[in-house]
């Protein structure tokens, strides 16, 4: 084959592949417009309602303990909502919407202070912190023992988030909550069609802290049959066990009632003498 040849090979192949994406590309678009967006409409403008009239009722939500981790954050106050579709504070195209965030802090006064030991330990916290965007300072030192160590500092102003993003290429609607509860995130996955008014609502239920229903554990029907049939298998163990005891304590039994009965033998064999 020759070079001209070759290339032309080439170029087709690239082509027919750059004709392939385009195909797809435009298919995930249709099915976006379709099936997607006006869920993430409707989503919108739900969020965006509950968020105003937040925003003027000014009822802030009491949280007596928030987070395990940091004990002494202690009681904090829930304010502050706020409503975006591009992730920087604005509104994006009402007909191309693909995230929606809803935006609040869980906040007390001042702050609290706590020492980290050892470089590793040190590197962690800082990582920890930076990736829940919680406003701290720090200060690394070498103490009078020698010992790597770093102050922190951590203010009392936790940001919480709830992103609905849209998932073209999978044709899902996904849910990503952070901080809401101890730097928690949890995340699903939504079929368009589950996005109603009634899930939408367990949502702020759930934001606003008057139940925790949303948040359940979510078991696959394989999963299901896996524990149950440990379950079964557990059950057969505790009754094979039972049985064991039950035949091991009528054996000691017997051989108690024998060891009785040669006893009175012997008694009373020696008294004939």
């Keep these: 084959m ?15 592949s750059e004709f392939q994406s ?10 976006y417009q379709e099936n997607i967006l006006p869920k993430m409409q409707k989503t919108f403008t739900f969020l965006k309602e509950i968020v ?11 949280i007596t303990d928030y987070s395990q981790r940091f004990p002494e ?7 502050n909502y706020q409503i975006n579709t591009d992730g920087y504070g604005g509104y994006a195209d009402f007909d191309k919407i693909k995230q929606i965030n809803v935006n609040f802090v869980c906040a007390g006064q001042g702050a609290f202070n706590y020492r980290i030991e ?13 990736s829940k965007n ?4 720090w200060n690394q030192f070498v103490d009078n023992k020698g010992i790597e160590a770093a102050q922190f500092t951590i203010t009392r102003k936790i940001p919480v988030r709830f992103r609905f993003e849209a998932d073209i290429e999978n044709t899902k609607i996904k849910l990503l909550i952070n901080n809401h509860e101890d730097f928690s995130v949890y995340n699903k996955a939504f079929e368009p069609d589950e996005i109603n008014e009634e899930l939408l609502d ?11 229903d949303f948040i359940r554990l979510d078991i696959n029907n394989l999963d299901k049959q896996r524990i149950q049939k440990k379950a079964e298998a557990l059950q057969v163990q505790h009754a094979q066990w039972l ?7 009528e054996h000691e039994e017997h051989e108690a009632e024998n060891e009785g009965s040669l006893f009175r033998r012997i008694n009373l064999f020696g008294k004939r003498k």
């Excluded at 020759?2 to 027919?16: F, H, P, T, V, W």
Aim: aromatic fraction near 6%; glycine fraction near 4%; hydrophobic fraction near 40%.
């Design 243 to 249: 049985e064991e005891i039950h035949v091991e304590k």
């Design 22 to 31: 385009l195909n797809n590309q435009q298919s995930l678009e249709a099915t």
């Design 202 to 212: 367990e949502v702020i239920r759930f934001m606003l802290r008057k139940d925790s």
């Design 134 to 137: 919680v406003p701290f300072e």
């Design 118 to 130: 050892g470089r590793t330990r040190i590197e962690s916290e800082v990582a920890f912190l930076n």
């Design 73 to 79: 954050i202690g009681a904090l106050t829930q304010e």
């Design 52 to 62: 105003e009239h937040l925003a003027y009722l000014e009822q802030a939500i009491k």
């Design 2 to 16: 020759g070079i001209l040849d070759q290339l032309r090979d080439e170029a087709n192949i690239k082509q027919e």
